[in-house]
């Protein structure tokens, strides 16, 4: 099998892994199972796979309150992400830090993050040191559109681009910052359209498109390792769920998330794959069955899990 | 009488004085038609219109400056943060332009502005959504700071809040929205600085604010079957701070606990020791005792957070020892 | 005399008065008579001379830590702000602000700022207040090329633009951030090309020609009047002095200070008034000495006003 | 010993942790050839060139962002505030992100990094460039707070604090930078968490730390004049705090006055005098004392500033009260 064949497999592999894990949370956040807040990246796959396979395993990102699908897509261990979710101490961060705050050095994550806008000056920094090391490394920071108009997220632009920092700013667009629309929120339609004021190439891509959102990020990952400074990415998504669960989304039409159902990233990557004899039925029942499995024993292993003792608060608040 | 939630008497108060000023507006992130992430703005926008209650971009400095430029313009907004926490973004335009501004000026403008925004842990969401910030504020000449504990005060306060011509932070409990409680019918604004005494006692003050209030309660119903009596006040505001009743009190009970949700360590428990220690350790018999979290971020997992945030049981635990 | 003839005149004795305003001030300062620091705003005085020649008394304007050129172009009252900056009781702060933060609510100055970008989500929200109450009256907001990269000022370019307010952001772009040269700090040469970003005009002037500026933010001010939105201006000019009075500009050349002197906006326009026999050399003159008189007055009027007591210090925290 | 004053000691530790080690690397505004604000960097950019002495543009959550980030990718980044009251634009870099990184990620990414800041009045910088903010960073689990009132102090403890492998709030008194000491050839780093005892005595302890310290050396020899003798104490940290060297203290002299030139009301000395209250209340003689700046912005005129900023007159007059 060809390495782009390989990589298409993967991709479409890493899609799945999210929709399943979430839609596992949905469940299990609907059951009471899980505590605090879930914010479910349903939906937007096509993002965070195609972005992420444009990555190599030393290189970072910087997620956002919706990070599942982030940490997914960049190596996340299913088992230890479910732990932390479910506040188990075998969880990322020992049930320290749930879902908004799942981290995974080794993976170069360096973390989701609850602040909205929080994750742009730390995307900068971590392209500062690559930079000052003189690697050839990359750093992602995902960003959401309501993220976009946030102070920080513009000090970022403004540092990576003045610097020449090898980051690379992904938007996902998904129409809303919690109720507000994009409309409300920004008198701009694409987002894209801030990255000349930084001057730096602002692209506007078809978020559910998982081939589109990873050759246009391939492009600027390749231009940001080459010394060529920072991009903007503009991928036009739709998240499914509301907000966080338990949003019953009274803000917008039912109609409008009809259509954006229909261009399911999933489905219409599967049905390439199978067309263009990448894989056949067989193998993608397959490949699905593995992931399932995973799933699994991802559960299990939360299930199983202890709970973290009380005394353990106090560790870990100094290095 | 009516018997009301905390939520719907913020509510209340905050389409009364609509009614009442024109001068009023709402913005904030989904405060609009989505009623605010907490539900606390509800109806306000069918009632008033998006010129009203706005919804804002997730700029929380932009919030906190146009609240402030607007004041300074002539209206009265009342804004919030989602969650206290966002201060971090947004603390330049409240702590150096809003609160500094009629004194700058020499007096000569004035920033009549509101911000709420709910505190405290308990919902599980973890380190940046859990905080308790008041003791910040309280350090800063020019603020307010306002932490009801109860409906009619959350009410009655935030009345006075929206009247009042200087920069208040309104500290609302997110586990406090759904508490009910009596408002009653003709209640009017509560003036600031008048600490309620909740619960008269002869051998312990405890003194809290906010959520802690119920704990102090439910720990000197626990206490009283110990044979301890023990008083309860409820500062309600922290800026300005009513000294007096708290002296008042402990010049009568002779030892004083402080009890708030926020981290121990400088929080606003500190300032009160600290002022006994200075006014009154004459009349003290027993160490004064502060209840407080532990130094720590506030953890995810409930038995942490359950374990970080403090309840009566740390209440009564202090109060123990200092009667042993 | 036609109106624009007098508006002519005025925009210069605006210029002139800031002139001879600054200049004493730094002579003050040499001489140890002022405490504290003092930003000058020697050569860029046809910014807020032209700026806000196109506003009405009742509109407002935010400042900067550099505001003496914009509170007198407002009609900030020489004495006030002289007996201010020298900490008298009778200045426009009782003392209190000193030289970063006079305000004067009469005349729409909401006050100059010590914070680099403080006063863009201010100016946001005296906007929102005109548009709220149905006036047609305007902001302006004052900010340098160093303020253009701080994550409030592009809050509020997004928040005036979401909410098609009625500000125009006049940007100084004098080329420097203190020591630092623009080509440092951001990764674009032209500020304007930041507006698009927010679906604004982006307009570029040169700062230095009083009737440029005036024509640019007098139409930004129309538009804006009507209900069209913000509009950003960047004015192109040079400060002559040092970031602060003491500053010894070792980071850049004399030849660069040199070339801008030469582009001295008073002379500039003074010819053109001559030219144009819109003032004789006597008018000029007398008009000069006027403004010598009236800062003379000022200055006297400082140095025989009295301290403030040590005891004020208590007014004023609480309205 | 080599005389230098306290901005010398600082650059000094910056410029020998950067010979040693070569993760080291500043970044700020106008800290590369201008040097610094207040000339602390100086020298350090043509040694080490823009790679290593950056400036940066206008962006403060940027410039902290950005050394969180590079920490939690291995470099050990000391970033500089120009003014710590800039840190309302930034603190939530710094509080939710920085400092809470290590705990809410289970201990496995860790934030080594500084934030250099000048604090403190007395330059006639009016309420915006003026503030005294350390107990805002106190109550901050995950961040160190350091105060250093020597050179050999501010050089000792910046060694420390770049070693550290957490986040670390250095603040520099902005009229010390002229100060002039000893600083001993073979000084190495100075651990967090001990206290000085600069001057010992018998009947008062004060505690304080930075410029303060200074104040209470005076006052100590003022009240010497008089028959009181004076324990001084220099905190040097206030997160960690070394209490028990307070409380040894304490124990001798049974009197406390703590003084600092943040605004009194919910600063550092609230916490101090609590702990005290709490674990030393019995040996206590005398009321404990707090010296602070009043609950008002930092007016500008020099009458009013002086007005403003506390110093030895009022440690004398805190004792004194106490002991008459
Ligand atoms: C500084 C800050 N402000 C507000 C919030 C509350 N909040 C959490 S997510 C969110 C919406 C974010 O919208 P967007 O960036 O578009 O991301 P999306 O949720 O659509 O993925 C808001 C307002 C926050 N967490 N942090
Ligand atoms: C938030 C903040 N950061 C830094 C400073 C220190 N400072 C004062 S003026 C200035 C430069 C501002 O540059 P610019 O906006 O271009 O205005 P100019 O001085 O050139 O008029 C700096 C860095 C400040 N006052 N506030
Ligand atoms: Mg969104
Ligand atoms: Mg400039």
């Known amino acids: ?319 | 009488m009516a018997q009301k939630t905390y939520m719907q008497a913020i509510n209340d108060a905050l389409r009364e004085e609509m009614e009442r000023d024109s001068n009023v507006l709402i913005f904030g992130e989904d405060v609009g038609q989505f009623g605010g992430c907490f539900g606390v703005t509800k109806g306000l926008f069918e009632q008033f219109g998006e010129k009203r209650v706005r919804d804002t971009p997730i700029t929380e400095s932009a919030i906190i400056g146009a609240a402030t430029g607007a004041a300074a313009a002539g209206l009265r907004p009342v804004c919030e943060l989602m969650f206290v926490d966002f201060i971090g973004v947004s603390m330049d335009q409240l702590f150096n332009q809003a609160a500094k501004m009629h004194y700058m000026f020499g007096g000569k403008i004035s920033i009549p502005m509101v911000v709420r925004a709910p505190q405290g842990a308990g919902i599980g969401a973890a380190a940046q959504h859990s905080q308790s910030l008041e003791a910040w504020f309280m350090h800063i000449p020019g603020l307010k700071v306002v932490l009801p504990a109860t409906p009619a005060d959350a009410y009655g306060l935030l009345l006075t809040a929206i009247r009042d011509d200087n920069p208040v932070v309104f500290l609302e409990h997110k586990l406090l929205y759904g508490v009910e409680g009596e408002v009653p019918e003709d209640a009017g604004p509560i003036p600031f600085g008048q600490a309620n005494i909740c619960r008269e006692g002869t051998d312990v003050t405890i003194v809290a604010f906010s959520k802690m209030v119920y704990s102090a309660l439910e720990a000197a119903e626990t206490l009283a079957g110990k044979g301890i009596s023990v008083e309860v006040i409820d500062l309600r505001t922290v800026t300005p701070l009513d000294i007096d009743t708290i002296l008042n009190s402990v010049k009568k009970t002779h030892s004083l606990v402080v009890a708030h949700e926020a981290v121990k360590v400088a929080g606003v428990g500190a300032e009160i020791a600290a002022q006994v220690a200075e006014s009154a350790i004459d009349y003290l018999d027993a160490p004064i005792m502060r209840v407080g979290a532990p130094f720590t971020p506030v953890p995810f997992s409930p038995p942490l957070e359950e374990a970080f945030t403090p309840g009566a049981e740390e209440i009564v635990a202090a109060v123990l020892k200092i009667r042993s």
């Open chain 1, 1 to 319: 099998m060809t390495k782009s064949k390989e990589k298409m497999i993967q991709m479409y592999m890493t899609m799945y892994r999210i929709r399943q894990f979430e839609s596992k949370l949905q469940e299990f956040f609907a059951d009471g199972k899980i505590p605090g807040f879930v914010h479910l990246y349903l939906g937007e796959e096509a993002v965070a796979s195609g972005t992420c396979a444009a990555l190599r395993k030393d290189d970072y990102i910087t997620s956002t309150h919706r990070g599942h699908g982030h940490v997914i897509a960049k190596g996340g261990d299913l088992k230890m992400m479910m732990a932390e979710i479910f506040g188990k101490s075998t969880g990322y961060c020992k049930g320290k830090g749930g879902s908004m705050h799942i981290a995974d050095a080794s993976l170069g994550i360096l973390g989701a993050n609850g602040i909205v806008g929080g994750g742009g000056p730390i995307a900068a920094g971590a392209g500062m040191a690559i930079q000052y090391r003189g690697e050839d490394g990359v750093v992602v920071c995902f960003f959401g559109d309501g993220a976009s108009n946030q102070g920080t997220t513009q000090e970022a632009l403004n540092l990576a681009s003045a610097w020449e920092l090898p980051v690379v700013f992904v938007n996902e667009n998904n129409g809303y910052g919690i109720s507000c629309p994009t409309s409300k929120s920004m008198a701009i339609t694409d987002i894209a359209d801030r990255a000349a004021g930084y001057d730096m190439p602002g692209v506007i891509v078809d978020g559910n498109d998982v081939i589109a959102v990873n050759e246009a990020v391939s492009a600027a990952v390749e231009r940001a390792r080459k010394g060529g400074g920072p991009s903007l990415i503009e991928c036009k998504t739709y998240r499914w769920r509301g907000h966080f669960e338990g949003d019953a989304c009274t803000y917008r039409e039912k109609s409008e998330l009809d259509e954006w159902v229909k261009k399911d990233p999933l489905p219409r990557f599967s049905k390439k794959l199978l067309d263009d004899g990448i894989l056949s039925k067989k193998e993608l029942e397959k490949l699905h069955a593995k992931i399932d499995t995973e799933l699994q024993e991802a559960i299990a292993f939360a299930e199983e899990s202890p709970l973290p003792e009380p005394a353990d608060i106090f560790e870990d608040v100094y290095a």
